[in-house]
């Protein structure tokens, strides 16, 4: 059974750093992308970032410059470096992790909250 155990999230400053982790395990089949998603009150899940095996990346436009996001492959380990919060950035935070052949998965989703 797979899981996704997410940490990091919490409260935040504007202009201040947060780190956001996510390890999945459970599964025998290689991970081919993972990545963070965002849902802020009142708003859409939206993709803040995803990274593929090979370590290709792609953004949001609203946090292109500010997040980065990185993986170890060795464990099965996503993560999410947010500088420059902004309180816009408040949301629950989900990590999502494509398996070759099972599918996709989420975890719990983390609270990043950001005042000003």
């Known amino acids: 059974q797979v899981q996704l155990v997410e940490s990091g999230g919490g409260l935040g400053q504007a202009g201040g750093s947060l780190r956001l982790s996510c390890a999945a395990s459970?599964?025998?089949?290689?991970?081919?992308?993972m990545g963070w998603y965002r849902q802020a009150p009142g708003k859409q899940r939206e993709l803040v970032a995803r990274?593929?095996?090979?370590?290709?990346?792609n953004y949001v436009d609203s946090v292109k410059g500010r997040f980065t996001i990185s993986r170890d492959n060795a464990k099965n380990t996503v993560y999410l470096q947010m500088n420059s919060l902004q309180p816009d950035d408040t949301a629950v935070y989900y990590c999502?992790?494509?398996?070759?052949?099972?599918?996709?998965?989420w975890g719990q989703g983390t609270q990043v909250t950001v005042s000003s």
């Open positions: 999502n992790v494509d398996y070759y052949r099972t599918g996709s998965y």
């Open positions: 459970g599964s025998i089949f290689s991970i081919v992308t």
């Open positions: 990274i593929t095996r090979g370590g290709d990346t």
